[in-house]
């Protein structure tokens, strides 16, 4: 079994990384494999990799293994998705280049947040930056958005708050 691009809440999933480590296993055991390969692919991010490394050998089954690939996603030009996988051993995701593009990327994530609220805004959703953002570890991302547009009661639920989201982004999104 391969999962090579999944993200934890830490970017834009809706799921802890110990609970998609967990799932993994549940997933081996309905399906009789006895091995996983697994990479949680956060975007512009590698500040959990150590810590999910030692989850991942933590959790590790005497009839199942999941193994943790660690990886990123990143963004280049035109909304072009990258994915990058680091051998566990080089620890190659605490290169100080790694991580200025990510750098970069977030500058951009933060100017796309402040479009996509004050696009909400001209719909009559009306979030404040720091009501959405306050409480964020992490990245800053559209699924942040959609759980305050639910939250405040603009949508039933985070998913159909993507919708919402999409629907004022996309017209915008090629010029950005």
């Not at 830490?10 to 110990?18: A, L, M, N, P, Q």
């Not at 991942?56 to 990886?71: Q, S, W």
């Amino acid at each position: 079994m391969l999962d090579t691009h999944t993200h934890s809440t830490d970017s834009d999933g809706f799921i802890i990384r110990e609970e998609i480590i967990r799932r993994m296993y549940g997933l081996i055991r309905e399906s009789k494999e006895e091995d996983a390969i697994l990479s949680i692919t956060d975007h512009d991010s590698t500040a959990a990799i150590d810590e999910t490394l030692k989850v991942a050998r933590k959790m590790h089954r005497a009839n199942a293994t999941v193994y943790f690939l660690p990886g990123a996603e990143t963004e280049a030009r035109n909304f072009t998705h990258i994915l990058m996988y680091f051998n566990p051993d080089e620890r190659l995701w605490k290169k100080r280049s790694i991580l200025e593009i990510f750098g970069k990327n977030r500058s951009a994530y933060d100017e796309r947040n402040r479009i996509i609220l004050e696009r909400l805004g001209e719909i009559g959703i009306h979030l404040k930056h720091d009501d959405v953002f306050n409480d964020v570890f992490g990245l800053q991302t559209r699924s942040t958005i959609a759980e305050a547009i639910a939250r405040k009661g603009y949508a039933a639920d985070a998913i159909a708050a993507s919708k919402l989201i999409f629907t004022v982004w996309l017209p915008c999104a090629r010029a950005f």
